[in-house]
């Protein structure tokens, strides 16, 4: 049972340009979630898809979009970056419903813009 | 409003004693409560929830929660400690009362457990 996937695994970027990551949910999955974590805290909500609507969003500025495709798989696209924005980006996914409470992280895909 | 605070930065204990990563929340309406562990350059692995029900909840690799509903507490616990429980401990919660489908994390808590 394939779990939660990101790619990539690693991307340096300059300030001022775009980045897209992409994740696929785990087996059985449809709604997908994106996080931020910056070093020493804890993950920080930017958005949710779900049929391939936005679904919810957390306090991220419109430079933060995403995408969800008709076989679940999302991208998260962030413009314009800042340094602020070098981090761990995770995504997570869960099933719409009681199982919705849990969500199965990727391994994340880290930032770093110089 | 929600929030979550973990007191601690970190957890010191020794190999086969019990450790107990603490945990504390405010939500407005029912509490959904999620741990969750990070090993380094890794993403945060499922650990336990609480949704409703029994207090005591039961989780992975032999971790256990007890939901506190008095004191907004839910604390992490084993009753005996392996080197490699060694990793970053997040609590989270959400608010159960509909609407809102966002969790909020606490800063997390690096348990390290000594040989």
């Known amino acids: 049972d394939a779990g939660v996937t990101q790619s990539p695994t690693h991307l340096i970027k300059t300030r001022g340009q775009q980045v897209t990551l992409r994740c696929s949910p785990k087996s059985g999955h449809d709604t997908v979630s994106w996080y931020q974590q910056a070093l020493g805290q804890g993950p920080q909500f930017i958005f949710q898809?779900?049929?391939?609507?936005?679904?919810q969003r957390g306090n991220f500025p419109d430079r933060f979009s995403g995408h969800q495709f008709p076989n679940y798989s999302s991208e998260l696209n962030v413009n314009a970056l800042l340094l602020g924005d070098s981090a761990l980006y995770l995504c997570?996914?869960?099933?719409?419903?009681?199982?919705?409470?849990?969500?199965?992280f990727g391994p994340g895909t880290r930032l770093l813009v110089l | 409003a929600q929030s979550v605070a973990q007191p601690e930065d970190q957890v010191n204990v020794a190999e086969g004693n019990p450790l107990t990563v603490k945990c504390t929340y405010s939500?407005?309406?029912?509490?959904?409560l999620f741990w969750y562990v990070q090993y380094p350059n890794r993403g945060l692995q499922f650990l336990l929830k609480?949704?409703?029900?029994?207090?005591l909840v039961k989780g992975s690799y032999g971790f256990e929660a007890e939901f506190n509903k008095s004191q907004t507490s839910f604390h992490l616990k084993k009753p005996s400690a392996l080197v490699s429980d060694s990793a970053l401990y997040f609590c989270?919660?959400?608010?159960?009362?509909?609407?809102?489908?966002?969790?909020?994390f606490g800063r997390g808590t690096s348990l390290i457990v000594h040989p």
């Open positions: 898809y779900y049929e391939e609507e936005e679904r």
């Open positions: 609480y949704i409703t029900g029994d207090n």
């Open positions: 989270a919660v959400r608010d159960g009362s509909g609407g809102s489908y966002i969790p909020t």
């Open positions: 997570a996914s869960s099933l719409l419903g009681r199982e919705q409470e849990t969500q199965y």
């Open positions: 939500v407005s309406g029912n509490p959904y």
